[in-house]
């Protein structure tokens, strides 16, 4: 069984800070790893995702998260926040044979502050 | 593509009655998933299709609850009488499924509230 765990449920950072949100996984078997974003009244939408090759991944509006195996965690960062990035982030992970069927973790509201 | 649509927005019903949900996916993927968000929680899988053929269901899908996906087009997740504990945002995605298409394309979700 595959399970994600986000450390969090809220973060709050100045605009212009790094915006950090921690997703640690697990899973038996090679893990494909997920960043979606979810705005207020809207579907969630993916951010960037790692399934295999470089283990950092590059995203939509700036954000970034690194695969490390070591320490089975995909950690989302953006070096300096937006207004606009107020919104729930999730973490997902999937395996490789059913790449598309997902376990979210429980979600990190992220507030930006002026 | 003009995006994944799920009908209705918003669905309030009483208890012991049954509730129909509908998702149209983009059109050209073939897979669809039935996912349920409950408050301060991530989503929770419940099943998905690989174009008509139900391929997977979750544990959490009662025998209360049915999907279909007629023709392989759009689908609907049917709850016969419902509890309050179904009260939750049923979430419909879709995606062309295979190798780097592991994309999901979420609706905006039905938010189902049972009195």
């Known amino acids: 069984a595959q399970s994600v765990t986000q450390l969090g449920s809220h973060v709050s950072v100045s605009e212009g800070a790094l915006v950090l949100l921690r997703c640690n996984y697990s899973?038996?078997?090679?893990?494909?790893l997920f960043w979606y974003v979810q705005y207020p009244n809207q579907g969630l939408q993916l951010l960037l995702k790692?399934?295999?090759?470089?283990?950092l991944v590059k995203g939509i509006n700036g954000f970034e998260a690194e695969f490390k195996k070591s320490e089975t965690s995909f950690h989302l960062t953006k070096p300096s926040a937006h207004m606009s990035d107020a919104a729930e982030y999730f973490c997902?992970?999937?395996?490789?044979?059913?790449?598309?069927?997902?376990?979210f973790g429980t979600g990190t509201r992220l507030q930006v502050t002026l | 593509d003009t995006g994944v649509s799920q009908n209705p927005r918003h669905k309030i019903t009483k208890r012991g009655q049954n509730v129909t949900f509908r998702c149209d996916p983009i059109?050209?993927?073939?897979?669809l998933y039935w996912y349920r968000q409950t408050l301060g929680q991530g989503p929770e899988f419940l099943t998905y299709?690989?174009?008509?053929?139900?391929?997977?269901k979750s544990r959490l899908l009662s025998d209360r609850f049915s999907a279909e996906r007629p023709k392989g087009s759009f689908s609907t997740l049917e709850i016969q009488r419902t509890e309050q504990g179904d009260s939750a945002m049923y979430l419909c995605?879709?995606?062309?499924?295979?190798?780097?298409?592991?994309?999901?394309?979420f609706g905006s979700g039905t938010q189902l509230s049972v009195l």
């Open positions: 790692y399934t295999t090759g470089a283990t």
């Open positions: 299709f690989q174009n008509e053929a139900q391929l997977e």
């Open positions: 899973s038996s078997v090679p893990p494909y």
């Open positions: 997902a992970v999937s395996d490789s044979g059913t790449a598309s069927k997902l376990t």
């Open positions: 995605a879709s995606s062309l499924g295979g190798a780097g298409n592991e994309k999901l394309f």
């Open positions: 059109s050209e993927h073939n897979r």
